[in-house]
T-cell receptor
Framework: AQTVTQSQPEMSVQEAETVTLSCTYDTSESDYYLFWYKQPPSRQMILVIRQEAYKQQNATENRFSVNFQKAAKSFSLKISDSQLGDAAMYFCAYRGETSGSRLTFGEGTQLTVNP | DGGITQSPKYLFRKEGQNVTLSCEQNLNHDAMYWYRQDPGQGLRLIYYSQIVNDFQKGDIAEGYSVSREKKESFPLTVTSAQKNPTAFYLC?????????????FGSGTQLSVL
């Protein structure tokens, strides 16, 4: 079974600084998709960014980018120019080709942004 | 506006009682999901449905039941067999059939035991 691990329960960053959230996963599949979701205090889950495993280029969405290391099974999220609105719980998620539409989530990282 | 509506926002269950959480979507999505979130933990899949009149168990289906009689609706019943039902429940939907598709989430229901 696939597993997703986020080893940092909590992280903090100063406003305007950069922070990196870690995620590792375990799979025997060669083709899969990885996602980062954000859950602000409202508890509404929002997709931040996604990456196809067959693509070597790291995905980027404005201030959010990933560092995808397929061999190391690592998928970290970098947030540049952190803003107060970035404060949230961040979840890494995995979907494999044989998973159908099922997503497997990590435990989450609580990000605090200090003014 | 299109989206997913979950109700109620807060729900209380008495011992031995079944309760039903509502989830409605007007996004014309084929696939729908129920996740459970416990404090300090990630989301765990309870049930999912990829098409009307069909659904599959997720990782923690025991003590729960679902139905999918209409495309727009995917209610979750928490039965008395679920001994630890206190959690935050999230419903989601997706277009269906695409591996890179994103999930659209509702705003959740917090279930507590009296």
């Amino acid at each position: 079974a696939q597993t997703v691990t986020q080893s940092q329960p909590e992280m903090s960053v100063q406003e305007a600084e950069t922070v990196t959230l870690s995620c590792t996963y375990d799979t025997s599949e060669s083709d899969y998709y990885l996602f980062w979701y954000k859950q602000p205090p409202s508890r509404q889950m929002i997709l931040v960014i996604r990456q196809e495993a067959y693509k070597q280029q790291n995905a980027t969405e404005n201030r959010f980018s990933v560092n995808f290391q397929k061999a190391a099974k690592s998928f970290s999220l970098k947030i540049s120019d952190s803003q107060l609105g970035d404060a949230a719980m961040y979840f890494c998620a995995y979907r494999g080709e044989t998973s159908g539409s099922r997503l497997t989530f990590g435990e989450g990282t609580q990000l605090t942004v200090n003014p | 506006d299109g989206g997913i509506t979950q109700s109620p926002k807060y729900l209380f269950r008495k011992e031995g009682q079944n309760v039903t959480l509502s989830c409605e979507q007007n996004l014309n999505h084929d696939a729908m999901y129920w996740y459970r979130q416990d404090p300090g933990q990630g989301l765990r899949l309870i049930y999912y449905s990829q098409i009307v009149n069909d659904f599959q168990k997720g990782d923690i289906a025991e003590g729960y039941s679902v139905s999918r009689e209409k495309k727009e609706s995917f209610p979750l019943t928490v039965t008395s067999a679920q001994k630890n039902p206190t959690a935050f429940y999230l419903c989601a939907s997706s277009i269906g059939g695409q591996s890179n598709e994103k999930l659209f989430f509702g705003s959740g229901t917090q279930l507590s035991v009296l």
